[in-house]
């Protein structure tokens, strides 16, 4: 019997694996990923400010925050099916209004945004991790989860091109409507196999140990009542709030590029981020990986070396050469957000209240990664120049790993004093 519960349990979890990397790339690496590519035909196609148009993405950051909250307590008790499956129905059909635009619109970019972002945030940043916490165990969680989200890298690497070349041949509402179908291919998946919780289907984690195949109510962990008030979730929730500051450079290295090299530096501006987002994917290859070997703490100190050194290299960077080395390994950083942080709440507290720890550490990341571009942007104009806040990046970054590091001290005795089988 056990034999044929372990099959299935395995077969379920690998559908449950290429769910989620369809989720990725066609949620998560199309929406935002591939967000360039509408930035750069839309607002002028329809007559709009930049500014104006672009409001709808700090409005999904600010609502993602929200949307990450709710998600720990709605997928819980709904389940993810019904959850995700609602979502996505949603972000589509905000997709779609995209293609109504036109110059009378202003505030309603920012509806669109806000809309996109309590949806997206539930599935975009949060399900990923939380459905490959529950389908797999700890010893071989770290490389499906990086595969896993290494999949909205290859979405931001292929769609912004696909849908650039749709555009220029049958108008820029045919790419939304593409990139709305493709969100529904999610629902392949999310109706069928999606389940928060192996047990409630008489299953378990697929390479888990034996004190991780028990009921839901019996995994180990520290429970939510006693891991929130404590100095280890402080630090945590600050770690992850700073790590996604780095990711707010995001869109700002191909404008960095033409301060740095010129305006006839435009079409090579584009090819970094390619560079970065193909960074990024082996980042999440190699560290779902490594963290598996050496421990979710080293990976997140090399991933955080190699973000400051690239914060360094890039304030000083003069040549196309430099900025397109620069550009690889700072696509790199977004790893720590995609691996380090869902693999930081499950080494510090377990999977009793993982749902919920992770919500709340996704909700820090949510309120940086939509505040960090006006920072940048405030320090560019302050200075006329990136290098400034590329280097108060690199301090940013120093001060997080430090946090995060701190954080496993009173992990460690909170976990001795209220670690529950």
Same mark, same amino acid.
């Given at each position: 019997m056990s034999t044929d519960i372990d099959a299935r349990s395995k077969k379920r979890a690998m559908l449950v694996f290429v769910g989620c990397c369809v989720m990725q790339a066609f949620g998560l690496g199309t929406v935002l990923n591939s967000s360039s590519a509408f930035f750069a035909i839309v607002p002028a196609a329809v007559g709009v400010d930049m500014g104006v148009f672009a409001m709808w993405i700090t409005c999904y950051g600010i609502a993602a925050l929200f949307g990450t909250f709710f998600a720990g307590i709605l997928i819980p008790k709904f389940g993810a099916k019904i959850v995700i499956s609602f979502d996505v129905v949603v972000t589509a059909l905000c997709v779609v209004a995209f293609t109504f635009a036109d110059a009378t619109w202003t505030w309603q970019f920012m509806v669109i945004g806000a809309i996109m972002g309590l949806?997206?945030?539930?599935?975009? =940043?949060?399900?990923?991790? =939380?459905?490959?916490?529950?389908?797999?165990?700890?010893?071989?969680?770290? &490389?499906?989860?990086?595969?896993? $989200?290494?999949?909205?890298?290859?979405?931001?690497?292929?769609?912004?091109?696909?849908?650039?070349?749709?555009?220029?041949?049958?108008?820029? $509402?045919?790419?939304?409507?593409?990139?709305?179908?493709?969100?529904?291919?999610?629902?392949?998946?999310?109706?069928t196999v999606f389940c928060e919780d192996p047990a409630k289907i008489g299953l378990h984690a697929f390479g888990a140990e034996e004190d991780e195949m028990g009921e839901s109510k019996s995994l180990p962990g520290v429970p939510l009542k006693f891991a929130l008030p404590t100095l280890a979730f402080v630090l945590l929730f600050l770690g992850c709030t700073?790590?996604?500051?780095?990711?707010?450079? +995001?869109?700002?290295?191909?404008? +960095?590029?033409?301060?740095?090299?010129?305006?006839?530096?435009?079409?090579?501006?584009?090819?970094l981020m390619i560079a970065l987002q193909v960074g990024y994917i082996i980042a999440s290859l190699v560290g779902g990986i490594l963290v598996d070997k050496i421990g979710v703490r080293w990976?997140?100190?090399? =991933?955080?070396?190699?973000?400051?050194?690239?914060?360094?290299?890039?304030?000083?960077?003069?040549?196309?050469?430099? =900025?397109?080395?620069?550009?690889?390994?700072?696509?790199?950083?977004?790893?720590?957000?995609?691996?380090?942080?869902?693999?930081?709440? &499950?080494?510090?507290?377990?999977?009793?209240?993982?749902?919920?720890?992770?919500?709340?550490?996704?909700?820090?990341?949510?309120?940086?990664?939509?505040?960090?571009?006006?920072?940048?942007?405030?320090?560019?104009?302050?200075?006329?120049?990136?290098?400034?806040?590329?280097?108060?990046?690199?301090?940013?970054?120093?001060?997080?790993i430090v946090i995060i590091l701190l954080s496993f001290v009173p992990a460690k005795k909170v976990k001795e004093a209220h670690w529950e089988a």
């Open positions: 949806t997206g945030g539930m599935y975009f =940043l949060y399900a990923t991790p =939380l459905l490959m916490g529950a389908w797999f165990g700890k010893k071989v969680l770290g &490389r499906y989860l990086g595969i896993a $989200q290494l999949m909205s890298g290859v979405g931001g690497a292929l769609f912004p091109l696909v849908f650039t070349s749709l555009s220029t041949v049958m108008g820029w $509402q045919s790419a939304y409507y593409l990139n709305a179908v493709l969100l529904l291919c999610i629902l392949i998946f999310s109706l700073l790590s996604a500051f780095p990711g707010s450079f +995001n869109s700002f290295v191909q404008a +960095n590029a033409v301060e740095v090299l010129g305006p006839e530096a435009l079409i090579f501006s584009s090819t990976l997140t100190v090399i =991933l955080y070396a190699i973000l400051i050194v690239c914060y360094i290299s890039f304030s000083m960077a003069s040549t196309e050469m430099a =900025l397109m080395v620069t550009a690889f390994f700072f696509g790199m950083n977004n790893a720590i957000v995609t691996i380090s942080v869902p693999m930081l709440a &499950r080494e510090h507290f377990g999977m009793k209240a993982y749902d919920k720890i992770l919500s709340y550490c996704m909700m820090g990341v949510g309120l940086c990664g939509s505040m960090g571009a006006p920072v940048i942007g405030i320090i560019f104009d302050m200075t006329k120049t990136y290098s400034g806040s590329f280097l108060v990046g690199a301090v940013i970054a120093a001060v997080a």
